[in-house]
């Protein structure tokens, strides 16, 4: 089993991510995984990553607050508890409008070799 304590787990700079604070739970410098990682992003208010796709998947699910997935297809606001999935090369950007800070959980599997 590997434990990671939400107040020592690693941060973790992603690029094109604003006035967020990022840690990771599971996986890469949080210890061994074998299929996916876990992360949170605690997301201040007006903070924002820009219209990205990446080539896996990604799961979020909002902890705390409010946060507004943007897909080109449109945008979703989630609130505690609500999840979403992010296709394969689907282009999504995260939005916290609210005055109050937020919190997602993202769960998202590592790139193989032929995806980096």
Not at 22 to 46: D, K, N, T
Request: with cysteine.
């Amino acid at each position: 089993m590997n434990v990671t304590r939400f107040e020592e787990a690693p941060e973790y700079f992603p690029p094109n991510h604003f006035s967020m604070r990022c840690v990771r739970l599971q996986g890469h410098e949080a210890g061994p995984a074998e299929s996916l990682w876990l992360g949170v992003s605690a997301i201040e208010p007006g903070g924002y990553t820009t219209s990205d796709a990446s080539p896996v998947e990604k799961h979020y699910v909002v902890l705390e607050g409010e946060v507004v997935v943007v897909t080109d297809e449109g945008e979703a606001i989630l609130t505690a508890f609500d999840s979403c999935r992010i296709a394969p090369g689907e282009r999504r950007a995260l939005h916290n409008r609210s005055r109050s800070p937020a919190k997602i959980l993202l769960a998202m599997p590592f790139l193989r070799p032929e995806q980096c």
